[in-house]
């Protein structure tokens, strides 16, 4: 009696995920963080555009802004966000720092909640009043890791006598902007350092759990972006903002899956390249898979690993709530099973279709709609439950209407679960358990 009633739960889970029907998924969490939200540090937005009303630059301040990475926070209901690398370029981002920080959705629900945001300690959890440095981690290269040079070697921005000094904070601390590095993906190995996804070279970079680089940044062989600064030794095969936006770590922690958002030169039309890492050796073992996009997706948002072979993808096009036709879509990509030569693929959410019975996010409508131009975080919560957050591109707008987008947190209650890791075990125990007691069943006949 204990062996089966799991092994039907296992079995059930397995099959579900193969059918589950993305309409059916359901908002059970809502909160929001105001597009101007800022926090303390040098300057920032001296070399963009405002848009919506929010005038450029930010004096004395940096946007917490949209978030391109989420990982699990210092206690349980916190997480850690990544900001994107500043104002969408490298020509106008070098004097926008790289950051994550710690907070706490207190997510509006069938039973209650304020769907407000706010920050906590990044190392312990606890409230804070604001996104203090008590907040936050500023990515850096002390030690001088990276191979090229970087804007706090730089007396003014860019290097062009015409623009401001670089910030003495970013001199000083040799802190890493947006026009060093886009990073668009982010985990934490078994270790506590962190791997960070770029999509300049690309690159991986990894840190310590302080931000601070350890090692030279690690291109993908064969692979170079219009932004990699090594260009010259090569010719890019990459769109621009083609790299690392996706990237997993698997269960078992010892691989990081990394998934380009743009195609290869060469490579069929809509056609992604995943490749495996190996954190141990700190190389790519050679192993690579094809994910192909939907005929309606443009690019992905985000991978994360659900399983060592199951992973979770966001697919995206630029429509949005004011322009053009939204297609957001959550995939689970099976790397175990391919289709004509890419990973198998099953629909789990259609972000432009969750139903909302309760009106969580009070649009006045019991169907949600996800319209922002980037989703770019997933994160399993539980079998049942996916976190999913957006990428405001500040201070850009017109997800919901004619201005700045705020960040949005969600809960999303699927409709079938995603199965977890010590699932797919007792999946294959129970199997195996099934054909030995049909093998007795045909025997005793």
Same mark, same amino acid.
């Given at each position: 009696?204990?062996?089966?009633?799991?092994?039907? #739960?296992?079995?059930?889970?397995?099959?579900?995920?193969?059918?589950?029907?993305?309409?059916?998924?359901?908002?059970?969490?809502?909160?929001?963080?105001?597009?101007?939200?800022?926090?303390?540090?040098?300057?920032?937005?001296?070399?963009?555009?405002?848009?919506? $009303?929010?005038?450029?630059?930010?004096?004395?301040?940096?946007?917490?802004?949209?978030?391109?990475?989420?990982?699990?926070?210092?206690?349980?209901?916190?997480?850690?966000?990544?900001?994107?690398?500043?104002?969408?370029?490298?020509?106008?981002?070098? =004097?926008?720092?790289?950051?994550?920080?710690?907070?706490?959705?207190?997510? +509006?629900?069938?039973?209650?909640?304020? $769907?407000?945001?706010?920050?906590?300690?990044?190392?312990?959890?606890?409230?804070?009043?604001?996104?203090?440095?008590?907040?936050?981690?500023?990515?850096?290269?002390?030690?001088?890791?990276?191979?090229?040079?970087?804007?706090?070697?730089?007396?003014?921005?860019?290097?062009?006598?015409?623009?401001?000094?670089? =910030?003495?904070?970013?001199?000083?601390?040799?802190?890493?902007?947006?026009?060093?590095?886009? #990073?668009?993906?982010?985990?934490?190995? +078994?270790?506590?350092?962190?791997?960070?996804?770029?999509?300049?070279?690309?690159?991986? #970079?990894?840190?310590?759990?302080?931000?601070?680089?350890?090692?030279?940044?690690?291109?993908?062989?064969?692979?170079?972006?219009?932004?990699?600064?090594?260009?010259?030794?090569?010719?890019?095969?990459?769109?621009?903002?083609?790299?690392?936006?996706?990237?997993?770590?698997?269960?078992?922690?010892?691989?990081?899956?990394?998934?380009?958002?743009?195609?290869?030169?060469?490579?069929?039309?809509?056609?992604?390249?995943?490749?495996?890492? =190996?954190?141990?050796?700190?190389?790519?073992?050679?192993?690579?898979?094809?994910?192909?996009?939907?005929?309606?997706?443009?690019?992905?948002?985000?991978?994360?690993?659900?399983?060592?072979?199951?992973?979770?993808?966001?697919?995206?096009?630029?429509?949005?709530?004011?322009?053009?036709?939204?297609?957001?879509?959550?995939?689970?990509?099976?790397?175990?099973?391919?289709?004509?030569?890419?990973?198998?693929?099953?629909?789990?959410?259609?972000?432009?279709?969750?139903?909302?019975?309760?009106?969580?996010?009070?649009?006045?409508?019991?169907?949600?709609?996800?319209?922002?131009?980037?989703?770019?975080?997933?994160?399993?919560?539980?079998?049942?439950?996916?976190?999913?957050?957006?990428?405001?591109?500040?201070?850009?707008?017109? $997800?919901?209407?004619?201005?700045?987008?705020?960040?949005?947190?969600?809960?999303?209650?699927?409709?079938?679960?995603?199965?977890?890791?010590?699932?797919?075990?007792?999946?294959?125990?129970?199997?195996?358990?099934?054909?030995?007691?049909?093998?007795?069943?045909?025997? +005793?006949?």
């Amino acid at each position: 009696m204990h062996v089966l009633k799991p092994l039907a #739960v296992a079995l059930g889970l397995a099959l579900a995920a193969g059918a589950a029907h993305a309409a059916d998924s359901t908002l059970v969490g809502f909160a929001m963080l105001p597009a101007n939200t800022f926090s303390d540090g040098p300057t920032s937005g001296q070399f963009a555009n405002g848009a919506f $009303g929010n005038p450029l630059p930010l004096i004395g301040q940096q946007p917490v802004q949209g978030f391109s990475g989420v990982l699990d926070g210092p206690v349980a209901g916190t997480y850690r966000v990544m900001s994107d690398n500043g104002f969408g370029a490298k020509t106008n981002s070098a =004097d926008t720092l790289l950051r994550m920080y710690a907070l706490r959705p207190d997510f +509006r629900t069938a039973t209650g909640g304020t $769907g407000t945001v706010t920050a906590v300690d990044h190392t312990t959890g606890a409230a804070l009043s604001g996104f203090t440095a008590a907040s936050r981690i500023t990515l850096s290269d002390p030690d001088g890791k990276l191979g090229f040079p970087i804007v706090a070697a730089s007396t003014h921005y860019y290097d062009n006598a015409a623009n401001p000094l670089v =910030d003495p904070a970013i001199k000083t601390g040799r802190l890493l902007t947006g026009a060093d590095l886009d #990073v668009e993906s982010v985990r934490q190995d +078994r270790n506590g350092n962190l791997w960070f996804g770029d999509e300049f070279g690309p690159f991986l #970079v990894k840190t310590d759990a302080t931000g601070k680089v350890l090692r030279s940044e690690i291109p993908l062989p064969g692979v170079q972006s219009p932004q990699n600064p090594y260009l010259g030794s090569g010719t890019a095969n990459l769109p621009r903002s083609g790299g690392f936006e996706g990237m997993a770590l698997n269960k078992s922690g010892d691989k990081l899956y990394t998934l380009l958002e743009g195609t290869v030169t060469g490579d069929a039309a809509k056609s992604l390249r995943i490749n495996e890492f =190996d954190i141990a050796t700190e190389q790519y073992t050679g192993t690579s898979f094809m994910y192909q996009l939907d005929p309606s997706g443009v690019a992905i948002g985000d991978m994360t690993a659900v399983s060592d072979h199951t992973f979770l993808v966001i697919e995206r096009n630029n429509g949005t709530g004011t322009s053009g036709t939204p297609y957001k879509k959550i995939y689970l990509a099976d790397t175990s099973e391919l289709v004509g030569g890419y990973v198998k693929k099953t629909e789990l959410v259609d972000l432009m279709n969750i139903a909302d019975p309760d009106d969580l996010n009070g649009d006045g409508s019991t169907t949600f709609t996800f319209p922002f131009v980037t989703i770019e975080d997933v994160l399993v919560v539980d079998a049942n439950t996916l976190l999913v957050l957006n990428d405001n591109n500040y201070p850009g707008g017109g $997800g919901r209407g004619l201005f700045s987008d705020n960040n949005e947190m969600l809960l999303v209650r699927l409709a079938n679960p995603v199965p977890e890791p010590s699932t797919y075990a007792l999946m294959a125990g129970g199997l195996a358990l099934l054909g030995g007691m049909a093998r007795r069943r045909a025997k +005793r006949r």
